[in-house]
């Protein structure tokens, strides 16, 4: 079923909920108020004969009845039929013409009354009075015919069913019409849609007639949706590229390394070590890029390890201690270690120190220097890494943290300065190190900000929100580092 049906169906449900109700309340209260207004009529001129014969002079009996007789002819032209009735239920007086049919007994009636009848088969509507303020008991009896008043109720029923049947037609059609003029751009961005989803073209875009109601926000947000997935296609397509490239260097090199060994079995015993060597060492740059893309997978499909708290400082400690000992790395120093808790899976936190360090000693010479600090500010634990390194430039900078990026030939694999060589840290070489330090710090609610310049170093600035402190009942003593 269509929105639009559904949109004519719901509201014409409603509509006629709406007019059954307010039909019904105008039916009951017209007719409460008709038979009112009749009530009151008959009432009238039965109080108001009563009361001209009240009033009437005492001339004899025969002077009575003519009084009688000439206040019920009053009354003749009324509409409204009158009988006087003695105590008896005898009729003293009517009006000329008239039948009022009588009650089934007078003295049961109280002093002022109504009761219904029929006369020839019509209904009857009477107002007895029983008066005896002068002479005798008597009735003073006055009806009218209430088959008008029904006729009048058909007649509104009619009306009121007619009206709501045209009312309800043409609401029903007027919202399928607005429905449909309403649903129409929609329709034009569904079919839009569909034309994206079968030519896989994320260039296309929606455009709506107006961007100020829901269906220009739809199609606004539709079309930040495309860009974003064109995004991502281009990332995915520059990231299968890189990938393949990274992957083909180190297999190429293995395989050439292992067919010259398999031609010259007789090679010298320096040559065939040479070959073993490069093939492990490729081997083993193949593992970490290995690593480093699983690592990537894992983290981009929410696969983390149940957060816990995690004693940064320790664990900086820790690592600045173990990286500093290797030889032929710049001098590592860390100025400062305020203690601080976080929130994450130790084992992650861990390699974005290390991925951060180890980018800072790679491309720094042996003869310059790093730095590292860790202190707290507010809510948050600030972790910041310095060198004194060939520095990024400004256009590269803000790639720095996009996977297999790199700068420039400088920044590559091959400027290695010993600082990653003999290690198994990080991922140096593979240009994944950053992009998976960027993952780690979001997880963990964070953020990782880098600042840097040609000839000047790189300051990178991690802030993770702290949380905290756990009760322990002690610490373990920290490393300290070489140079600190």
């Known amino acids: ?156 029923l009619m009306l009121l069913v007619a009206g709501s049947a045209l009312c309800l037609a043409l609401v029903v059609v007027a919202v399928w019409l607005l429905a449909r003029r309403v649903l129409t751009p929609i329709s034009a961005l569904t079919g839009t849609a569909a034309s994206i989803a079968r030519s896989g073209d994320f260039t296309a875009r929606l455009h709506a007639r107006t961007g100020r109601d829901e269906v220009g926000q739809l199609a606004a947000t539709f079309n930040a949706m495309l860009n974003r997935l064109a995004d991502l296609s281009a990332a995915q397509r520059r990231f299968i590229a890189d990938a393949s490239h990274e992957l083909r260097a180190p297999l190429t090199t293995i395989r050439g390394n292992a067919e010259l060994l398999l031609l010259d079995p ?12 490069d093939i492990a060492a490729e081997a083993t740059r193949l593992t970490r890029l290995v690593d480093g893309l699983l690592a990537l997978a894992r983290g981009d499909a929410g696969h983390q390890a149940r957060p816990q708290p995690v004693l940064l400082h320790e664990v900086l400690a820790s690592v600045v201690h173990s990286m500093a000992e290797h030889p032929c790395t710049p001098a590592l120093t860390m100025e400062r270690c305020d203690p601080a808790v976080v929130i994450g899976d130790p084992d992650r936190v861990e390699r974005l120190l290390i991925n951060l360090l180890d980018n800072a000693l790679k491309y720094t010479p042996i003869s310059g220097s790093v730095s590292c600090a860790l202190h707290l500010d507010d809510g948050w634990a600030v972790f910041t890494v310095r060198d004194s390194g060939i520095g990024i430039a400004p256009a590269d900078l803000p790639h720095v943290f996009e996977r297999f990026y ?67 009942p002690g610490t373990p003593a920290s490393h300290t580092p070489r140079g600190a």
Request: with cysteine; net charge positive; glycine share 10%.
């Open 266 to 277: 007789a090679a010298p015993a320096a040559e065939r070590e040479d070959g073993l060597l």
């Open 1 to 156: 079923m269509s929105i639009r049906l559904r949109m004519a169906l719901w509201c014409g449900t409603i509509l006629a909920v709406g007019l059954l109700a307010f039909s019904t309340l105008i039916y009951l209260l017209a007719g409460q108020n008709l038979r009112t207004a009749a009530d009151q009529v008959i009432a009238g001129r039965a109080q108001r004969l009563d009361t001209m014969l009240s009033t009437a002079g005492q001339g004899g009996a025969v002077a009575e009845r003519a009084e009688m007789n000439r206040a019920v002819h009053v009354f003749s032209s009324s509409g409204v039929a009158v009988a006087l009735l003695d105590a008896r239920g005898a009729v003293l007086a009517r009006t000329p013409g008239a039948i009022i049919p009588l009650p089934a007994s007078l003295a049961s009636l109280p002093s002022q009354s109504f009761y219904a009848g029929q006369v020839a088969g019509e209904p009857f509507r009477v107002f007895a009075l029983r008066s005896a303020a002068h002479g005798p008991v008597r009735y003073v009896l006055a009806g009218n015919s209430v088959e008008a008043i029904s006729d009048n109720l058909a007649t509104l």
């Open 406 to 472: 790199r700068a420039d030939r400088a920044r590559s694999r091959d400027v290695s300065t010993g600082a990653s060589q003999g290690r198994d840290t990080a991922v140096p070489g593979t240009g994944l190190g950053l992009a998976i330090a960027r993952q780690i710090a979001e997880e963990a609610g964070g953020a990782i900000s880098a600042e840097s310049g040609l000839g000047q170093g790189s300051t990178f600035t991690v802030r993770l929100p702290r949380a905290e402190a756990p009760k322990l």
